[in-house]
């Protein structure tokens, strides 16, 4: 029988493996990186030595980033030996194990400075070119022709971009952090990784390719998550870039370091004043005094909200650059159907999945599939809008390309995740779990008023079946029921106020065509 004793591995035998896997010869030009004799032994043991690890210890994975694996030893191996699948296989498992997010409870300014330097490696580097080919010449192939070992690349290189976009949420957040993610978005796009993505979601239909969409539900979610939709829609725009600028300069004169800056894209809302830093409160309203800015407990001391100077909020966005790509990439997905592909897939690994479990679920899995669906939805809306803006007149509503999500099924995925957060005090959960529903209630109001006659046919339907059951009806005066100032945020009363508008005209439109309804 199998042993069930795990080998402590100490820094010692580390260092053996990380020795072995290579090193370089020659100097200057004519310097190159040369594969260790037990090169494959090495990075097997890493492999071991990182799965055998306690999640929340990560003493290896600190010990090798500590060391600069990436950019010492797999990076430049990879580079050297490009067409050795099953050596380029073993060095992104590797990776991806090297790479894995730290879990929430052990988040600290070390561990997103190592995120940050995970980024930093792949940006600085050319080898995710050479990752990216021998992904796209796997994905260009018939799902159902590839083999074992193809389709376990796949899941790889997924699950490693995954671990390369992935942002903490977090107050612990510098602006070179925000500047890091962007980063390695614009070098995913520029070395069409993100093409390769699009393409491989057109292929999701296929059984090999469907046991893939929970890992790009992940990687879509890291890639929109601290976005804004009008952000990405107005990416034609220079306002934010001349925003961003004016806040790098007043950060470098006005903090004394740098690193303890944070901000608010992806952590919260928060402030910084001279000298010093506030966290005032975070994007869900919840205080942040006790929040320490440094990992040495003889330094740790906590922020008084009382009795601070006037504060300036600090929101660093995304380049111009960044955003475009966000955006022709949604657009694409929108436009070449890979969305209603991809949707159709998650609905049944997650709207069906919650249905039969009574509305049990990851809550995690029902976060991102909230955020990701409000995301898409409102990039869609407000495309349609720009498109109306343009022409001057109001055009056909293209309901087609987001016709997946919008059925009851959805919809009472969505109640179920709103009542069960009501429940449980899951302030962050309600936020996006309404956000999508206002999305889906204002989808569903101009397929019912500006689509086609069928699309208006199909929208009419299902919006009367929704206002007929009681618990739809009375969901809004839950949620106002509900509204508490200190745990949400204004843009959550924003959107509350907006459903009863949306609301009130959908009824209108059903009074007029359905004489049930009068």
């Keep these: 029988t199998k042993s069930k004793l795990k080998m402590v591995w100490t820094s010692e035998d580390l260092r053996f493996a990380f020795n072995g896997i290579g090193y370089y010869v020659g100097e200057d030009q004519f310097r190159y990186f040369e594969a260790g004799e037990q090169c494959l032994e090495s990075l097997i043991d890493l492999q071991r030595a990182l799965r055998q690890e306690e999640s929340e210890a990560q003493s290896c994975q600190n010990t090798l980033m500590e060391w600069n694996i990436l950019t010492e030893k797999i990076l430049p191996l990879i580079a050297a030996n490009p067409t050795d699948f099953r050596l380029v296989s073993i060095c992104v498992k590797l990776m991806a194990l090297v790479t894995m997010p730290a879990p929430d409870s052990a988040i600290t300014v070390n561990v997103v400075e190592m995120r940050r330097k995970i980024k930093s490696a792949f940006h600085n580097e050319n080898t995710l070119v050479t990752l990216t080919h021998l992904f796209a010449s796997i994905v260009q192939k018939q799902p159902s022709e590839w083999d074992r070992d193809e389709n376990k690349f796949v899941a790889l290189m997924l699950t490693l971009t995954r671990h ?137 001391k906590k922020f008084s909200i009382k009795s601070q100077p006037k504060k300036i909020e600090r929101r660093l966005q995304s380049t111009n650059t960044v955003r475009k790509a966000i955006k022709e990439f949604f657009l694409e997905m929108l436009d070449s159907g890979a969305f209603c592909v991809f949707a159709d897939c998650l609905h049944s690994d997650v709207v069906q999945f919650a249905a039969n479990a009574g509305g049990q679920m990851e809550k995690e899995d ?23 803006k343009k022409e001057k007149k109001t055009l056909q509503f293209q309901a087609e390309e987001v016709a997946s999500v919008m059925d009851m099924a959805t919809f009472r995925f969505v109640y179920d995740r709103i009542q069960n957060s009501i429940m449980f005090k899951e302030y962050e959960q309600i936020e996006i779990s309404t956000a999508m529903m206002h999305e889906m209630l204002h989808t569903l109001l101009l397929m019912c008023g500006h689509g086609s006659a069928s699309v208006q046919e199909n929208g009419l339907a299902l919006a009367g079946v929704l206002f007929r059951e009681p618990v739809y009806t009375e969901l809004l005066q839950t949620l106002f029921t509900n509204y508490q100032p200190r745990f949400y945020t204004s843009k959550h009363r924003q959107t509350l106020i907006e459903m009863v508008h949306i609301c009130t005209k959908i009824v209108e439109l059903l009074v007029k065509n359905d004489n049930r309804f009068r």
């Design 366 to 388: 029902a976060l991102k599939y909230s955020h990701l669906v409000r995301f898409i939805l409102r990039i869609h809306r407000l495309m349609y809008d720009e498109k109306c």
């Design 164 to 300: 390369l976009i992935h942002q903490y949420r977090t107050p612990l957040i510098s602006y070179r952090d925000v500047i890091a993610q962007d980063n390695i978005i614009q070098r995913l796009s520029d070395d069409l990784m993100l093409k390769t993505l699009l393409f491989l979601c057109q292929q999701l239909t296929f059984m090999n390719a469907s046991a893939h969409t929970l890992i790009i539900m992940e990687v879509l979610f890291h890639l929109t998550w601290g976005q804004s939709p009008e952000d990405i829609v107005d990416c034609d725009s220079n306002t934010l870039s001349a925003e961003n600028s004016k806040i790098l300069k007043e950060d470098k004169q006005n903090v004394v370091s740098n690193d303890l800056l944070r901000h608010a894209r992806f952590g919260g809302a928060f402030f910084c004043v001279k000298g010093s830093q506030v966290q005032v409160r975070t994007s869900l309203g919840k205080a942040l005094s006790d929040t320490p800015i440094t990992d040495d407990p003889k330094k740790k």
